[in-house]
């Protein structure tokens, strides 16, 4: 699993967290409190990058749906990674 971090420098959006497993990539963008899951271009995948997170289930990682905030979808996709 890889994880990207971009400072975003927004009020009250701080750090924004892109996540991908085997070359894909999603992020959950939009109103805080429901923000829509979305698979994007790695392309797009902006920011400082942690590479190489070990997990278990790399294909359970991508979903969709709503999360929170980013950072509640990132940990979700890494529990999912570890079948949590």
Request: with cysteine.
């Amino acid at each position: 699993m890889d994880i990207a971090i971009k400072y975003t420098g927004e009020p009250g959006k701080f750090y924004h967290l892109q996540y991908g497993s085997n070359g894909i990539w999603q992020e959950a963008l939009g109103r805080v409190g429901q923000m829509p899951i979305r698979t994007i271009l790695a392309s797009e995948v902006e920011g400082s990058m942690l590479t190489g997170i070990p997990i278990l289930y790399p294909e359970a990682v991508m979903t969709s749906g709503y999360a929170y905030n980013c950072f509640v979808a990132a940990f979700k996709a890494f529990s999912r990674g570890w079948g949590l």
